[in-house]
C-alpha cells in the first residue's frame, strides 16, 4: 500500500490555485436554474489528489494518471432529468494526506424531492469512502437516486478491466475505443484495472453498478450508476436507504513506475508548447449556419441502430458537452466526445460526409452565466476536436459574441490542414496549428479561469511572429520573444512566417 506523501497537480491546480475550506449554502439549482461554480478545493488522500467542487470529486489523479473522472451523488427525474442539489451543509476538513466532507442537501424537481447527506473521508493510505444515503419526504417518481463514477474515456479507453458480479465471480472487461451501443459492464460490485504500476479498485455496498458508455450522450467517460434498491420508477415517502462506496489505490506487482510529477524547475512554471507535423486527414471544418441541421439525428439513436446507415452519402447528428451536468468543467471535459463520435460514425458508415450540429455548450439547460470568454475558448477547443474527428460540417448554437469572433477566424481557413502541437501540460491549454499559403498559426486555448504562461520551444528564426486575440480584437501585435502571457479562457493566435 501506498506510503508516500506529496502534492499531485490537476488542470486548475497547476496554475497556482489556492483554496478556502467552504462551509456554504447554495442557490437553488433545479433545472430552471443551472449552477453557478462554488469554490474549488485541492484535496489530498496518499497518493491521490482531486478537486472538490459542487459536492463532487472531480479529476481524481496519481501524479498526472486520472484515475478516476468524477464521484458524486445523482438524482434523476421520472424522465431522466438531473436534478442539481441545493446545499444546506458542505463541511470540509482538509488536511495534507487525508480529508473529511460532511454534506446535506436536497434535490427537488417536478416529479421526486430528496433529501440526501454524505460522508467522504480520505485517507493517507489512498483510500476514499463515501458514505451517502436519503429518502424522499413525499411519494414521486425517479429513474436513479444513488452515487455516480465517472471513468475518463481519454484516460482509459482500451484498457482492460476486471469487474466482481453478485456472485462474487470475477469477469474480465474493457473499456471501449469506439463508442459502445451497449452496456460496457453490468450487475457488478466492484470494478478494478492496472495501469502504469497503479491497481484502482471502486466498490460499492448494499447496491450494485451498470456502466453505460456516456460517449453516446456527447460526454467523454464512462458511467458506472449505483442505485439505491428503490421500485423505480416510484419512489414511497420516508423510506430511507443507503449505500457506502470506497475506492482503493494500491502500487501494481511488478516492476515500479514513478508515481510522482516529474521535476520542474520553480523558477519556470510556464507550460511548453512546440509545432510537430500536419495530422493525417485533419482539416478545419466548413462552419455553417444551425439552419442547415434540421435534420439531425441523436447520436445515440444512431448508434443503436447502424444498418441502415451503411451506405449513407451524409450523416448529421445534434451534440452537447450538457446531456447530464451544465457546469464548466464538465463543459469542457467532455469537448472530445466529438471525436469519439465521429470516428464510431465512420466506422459504420464509411463513405458519409460528417456533418455536426448544432453543437451546444447548454444542451437542455438554459442559458447559464459562465465566466468571460468561456464561451470563446469552448468553441475554439470544438472546433480543434471537429477536425480531429475528420468532421466535414460543423454549425453552432447559442453563441457569443466573442465566440462568433472565433467562428469567422476560422471560416476563413476552411479546408486548411491542422498541424499537431506538443503540450508539457495539456489539461490546462489545448494547442494546435494551421498551415496556411506561406503562414502557420498557432492557437493557444487557456482551458482554465487561472492566468497562464506559454512558451512556445523552436520558433524558427526570421520575421518575429505576430500575436494577436481574435475573440477581442482584431488588432495584431509583434511577439517579442517566445513568451506569451495568457488570461482566464484565453484564445490567442500566433502567425509564423513560412
Not at 435534420?295 to 443503436?304: G, K, P, R, T, Y
Request: aromatic share 8%.
Amino acid at each position: 500500500m501506498f506510503r508516500i506523501r506529496f502534492s499531485i497537480s490537476i488542470r486548475t491546480a497547476l496554475f497556482g490555485w489556492m483554496f478556502m475550506s467552504t462551509a456554504a449554502n447554495a442557490e437553488d439549482t433545479s433545472p430552471a436554474t443551472a449552477p453557478a461554480n462554488r469554490a474549488a478545493q485541492i484535496l489530498h488522500a496518499g497518493p491521490i489528489s482531486l478537486k472538490f467542487q459542487d459536492g463532487e470529486l472531480r479529476y481524481l489523479r496519481v501524479a498526472d494518471r486520472e484515475i478516476i473522472r468524477r464521484i458524486y451523488f445523482s438524482v434523476r427525474e421520472g424522465d431522466f432529468a438531473t436534478e442539481m442539489p441545493k446545499f444546506s451543509e458542505m463541511r470540509v476538513e482538509p488536511a495534507l494526506d487525508h480529508f473529511a466532507i460532511h454534506l446535506a442537501a436536497t434535490c427537488t424537481g417536478k416529479t421526486i424531492s430528496y433529501n440526501w447527506t454524505g460522508d467522504i473521508t480520505g485517507s493517507a493510505d489512498g483510500i476514499i469512502t463515501y458514505h451517502a444515503g436519503g429518502f424522499a419526504p413525499a411519494a414521486g417518481t425517479s429513474r436513479r437516486l444513488g452515487l455516480c463514477v465517472l471513468y475518463g474515456a481519454g484516460a482509459l479507453a482500451g484498457h482492460d478491466f476486471e469487474t466482481i458480479g453478485e456472485d462474487n465471480k470475477a469477469a474480465p472487461g474493457k473499456f471501449p475505443e469506439l463508442v459502445s451501443p451497449t452496456l460496457v459492464a453490468s450487475r457488478f460490485h466492484t470494478l478494478a484495472y492496472t495501469v502504469d504500476g497503479l491497481h484502482v479498485s471502486c466498490g460499492v455496498a448494499e447496491s450494485l453498478f451498470d456502466m453505460e458508455d456516456q460517449r453516446n450522450y456527447g460526454d467523454s467517460s464512462f458511467k458506472a450508476y449505483n442505485p439505491l434498491p428503490y421500485a423505480y420508477p416510484n419512489i414511497e415517502a420516508g423510506k430511507t436507504l443507503s449505500q457506502t462506496l470506497s475506492l482503493r489505490v494500491d502500487a501494481a506487482p511488478g516492476p515500479s513506475h514513478p508515481t510522482t510529477a516529474p521535476a520542474t524547475s520553480p523558477a519556470d512554471n510556464a507550460i511548453h508548447v512546440r509545432i510537430g507535423l500536419p495530422i493525417e486527414g485533419a482539416r478545419i471544418c466548413a462552419i455553417t449556419s444551425p439552419d442547415r441541421f434540421k435534420d439531425a439525428m441523436d447520436f445515440v439513436s444512431m448508434n443503436l441502430h447502424r444498418t441502415p446507415l451503411a451506405d449513407a452519402t451524409a450523416i448529421a447528428w445534434k451534440w452537447t458537452t450538457a446531456t447530464h451536468l451544465p457546469d464548466d468543467d464538465t463543459a469542457m471535459e467532455n469537448l472530445p466526445g466529438i471525436v469519439y463520435q465521429a470516428r464510431t460514425v465512420r466506422s459504420f458508415a464509411p463513405r458519409a460526409l460528417l456533418r455536426v450540429g448544432p453543437l451546444s455548450i447548454n444542451g437542455r439547460w438554459p442559458q447559464t452565466i459562465r465566466p468571460p470568454g468561456f464561451s470563446a475558448a469552448w468553441t475554439a477547443a470544438a472546433i480543434h476536436e471537429l477536425s480531429l474527428g475528420n468532421v466535414d460540417e460543423a454549425a453552432f448554437a447559442d453563441s457569443t459574441p466573442q465566440a462568433a469572433n472565433i467562428i469567422s477566424a476560422f471560416q476563413r481557413v476552411t479546408g486548411k490542414p491542422v498541424v499537431d502541437v506538443s503540450v508539457s501540460r495539456p489539461t490546462d491549454i489545448d494547442a494546435f496549428a494551421v498551415n496556411d499559403i506561406g503562414t502557420t498559426t498557432l492557437w493557444l486555448v487557456n482551458l482554465s479561469d487561472q492566468p497562464g504562461e506559454v512558451v512556445v520551444d523552436d520558433l524558427p528564426p526570421g520575421v518575429p511572429p505576430q500575436l494577436l486575440r481574435p475573440a477581442l480584437t482584431d488588432k495584431p501585435e509583434t511577439l517579442l520573444g517566445s513568451r506569451i502571457e495568457l488570461t482566464p479562457y484565453d484564445v490567442s493566435e500566433v502567425v509564423i512566417r513560412r
